[in-house]
Structure formats: structure tokens, C-alpha cells
């Protein structure tokens, strides 16, 4: 059946209440500790480090933790999710469980989190495409960061579906305005005001989720 309706869901601050990119960053470094990795947990404080003093950008700082990150494998990733899962925030879950099961529908979640842990999110999180930072099938996928336009542009190149029109998203985040300004419906999660405010202006409805 074809896909006749696209729910996209961003992952940090509306699936999880959290910046899962934070905490992927204690979970790397307890990980090595408990397990002796000691090279890999000397990278990790070098990468901390480097970026702590404004020698590194955020976007590299995400490479060189995304590169970290793909040393582990999906057993140990699974460990990382049942870190997250206590910061679940049940009713976007819900949200993203009933489009899922609904047969006309294609669930996509849609985030800026690397890829070497984004990978196996669908499998916690039902969904039928996850797109993020680093992943191989994105265009230019670690020239740039997952977010705004760039996310707009790998949901499409994803899905084949040129002009994109999506049919709901669920965001915390103004980064994801131009998905929203595809989008039929749009729920916002315990947004900040400026995101309200930036819908308004373009006359764009939506409800909110607090």
C-alpha cells in the first residue's frame, strides 16, 4: 500500500524528555571505566576537553563522538536505551506507537543525535525510518549537523518523496520550523516561547504538549 501519510517525531526533548547526546557521554565514559578501555575513554576526555576550551566546534566535537561511538556494539548500545528509557516521555511514545501501527502511515523519527546509537532506535522506539547525525544514507551525511533544512532534506531523500509534505510533527525544538512548515499538523512539547511566537507569525496552527 503506498504511503499516504508521513508522521515525522524529533527524538531529544520530545521522545525523551532529555539531550540523549549528554548522556550517550557519561554512558561512554562509565562504559570504559567499568570495562577497562582505557584508550578509548583517553579519546573521550580528549574530545571533552577540546571542546570545553573552545578548541574544537560542536559539530566536530559530534564527529569524534559519533566515531567513538561506533566502537560499541548493539548489546552494549542496548544497555544505552535502557539508560534512556526512564526519560521516556510516554505520551509522544503513544503518539509514535498509534501512527506506527496505523497501515497508511510511515513513522519517521528524525533527530540530530550521531547515528552510532540513533541506529537502533527504532527498535525501542517504534518507528519504521530513524534519520540522524552521521548516518551513511544521508546526503553529505558528516559535513552537516541534522537539523533544520538539512533534516528536512534527509527525511525527503529517505522516503523518495519530492516535494515533502508531511502529515504530523511532534517537536520540542524551533530548529525543526522548516519541518513544521510542511506539516498538517503540528504538536509542539514543552517548547520555549520563541517557538510558539515563530509559528504564530506564519500563521501556522498548532497545539502544545507540556
Given at each position: 500500500?503506498?504511503?499516504?501519510?508521513?508522521?515525522?517525531?524529533?527524538?531529544?526533548?520530545?521522545?525523551?524528555?532529555?539531550?540523549?547526546?549528554h548522556l550517550f557521554l557519561i554512558f561512554l565514559g562509565v562504559h570504559s571505566i567499568v570495562?577497562?578501555?582505557?584508550?578509548?575513554?583517553?579519546?573521550?576526555?580528549?574530545?571533552?576537553?577540546?571542546?570545553?576550551s573552545k578548541k574544537t566546534s560542536h559539530l566536530d566535537f559530534k564527529r569524534q563522538?559519533?566515531?567513538?561511538?561506533?566502537?560499541?556494539?548493539?548489546?552494549?548500545?542496548?544497555?544505552?536505551?535502557?539508560?534512556?528509557?526512564?526519560?521516556?516521555?510516554?505520551?509522544?511514545?503513544?503518539?509514535?506507537?498509534?501512527?506506527?501501527?496505523d497501515p497508511e502511515s510511515c513513522t519517521v523519527i528524525a533527530s540530530a543525535a550521531p547515528y552510532?546509537?540513533?541506529?537502533?532506535?527504532?527498535?525501542?522506539?517504534?518507528?519504521?525510518?530513524?534519520?540522524?547525525?552521521g548516518d551513511p544514507r544521508n546526503l553529505n551525511p558528516l559535513l552537516f549537523d541534522n537539523t533544520g533544512e538539512r533534516k528536512l532534506i534527509n527525511?525527503?531523500?529517505?522516503?523518495?518523496?519530492?516535494?515533502?509534505?508531511?502529515?504530523?510533527?511532534?517537536?520540542?525544538?524551533?530548529?525543526?520550523?522548516?519541518?513544521?512548515?510542511v506539516a498538517e499538523e503540528v504538536v509542539l512539547v514543552r517548547p520555549k516561547s520563541e517557538f510558539p511566537e515563530a509559528l504564530a507569525a506564519r500563521s501556522v496552527k498548532f497545539r502544545v504538549i507540556q
Open positions: 500500500m503506498p504511503i499516504q501519510k508521513i508522521d515525522a517525531f524529533d527524538f531529544d526533548g520530545t521522545l525523551v524528555s532529555i539531550n540523549s547526546f570495562h577497562f578501555r582505557f584508550i578509548v575513554l583517553s579519546k573521550l576526555l580528549m574530545a571533552i576537553f577540546a571542546r570545553l563522538i559519533h566515531s567513538i561511538g561506533l566502537l560499541l556494539t548493539e548489546d552494549q548500545i542496548r544497555i544505552f536505551f535502557k539508560w534512556l528509557s526512564p526519560f521516556r516521555r510516554d505520551c509522544v511514545f503513544d503518539a509514535l506507537k498509534r501512527s506506527n501501527e552510532a546509537y540513533m541506529k537502533y532506535a527504532k527498535f525501542y522506539f517504534a518507528a519504521d525510518f530513524v534519520i540522524s547525525f527525511i525527503a531523500a529517505r522516503l523518495t518523496t519530492n516535494p515533502l509534505r508531511l502529515n504530523r510533527v511532534y517537536t520540542d525544538h524551533i530548529d525543526d520550523l522548516p519541518l513544521t512548515l
